[in-house]
């Protein structure tokens, strides 16, 4: 796209958006909203609080979140379960609750991961 097509372009577009800020700023329902909110801030200012010192009064909990973060609280992972495996070989033993053992590597190495998972006792 030519650089005076990208202009003409982003020039509609804010032609657009203040077209529609107009609009906006005759609707009432804003009009009391922006009130609302310089009377609130006016009046936090008066008393030396702030609006996180509001959201605080009124939901402590609030205040510890961090702000993308959900209300729920997350669930606690299942364990994961102890996994033995038998070396016929040699009978050696390994247990592990997950896949990165030395030992266990090395068997996958040599013999195949799907022999060695033969192997597996529990």
Known sequence: MSRLAEYRKLEQQLA????ELDSMKSDSGLQREMDFESKLRALLGEFGFSLQNVINLLDPQ???RSPGAAAAPKAARKAREVK??????SGELVETKGGNHRQLKEWKTEF?????EAWRTQ
């Open 62 to 64: 609030a205040g510890r």
């Open 16 to 19: 657009e958006q203040l077209a």
């Open 112 to 116: 195949g991961a799907d022999v060695v």
């Open 84 to 89: 033995i495996y038998k070396n016929p070989n």
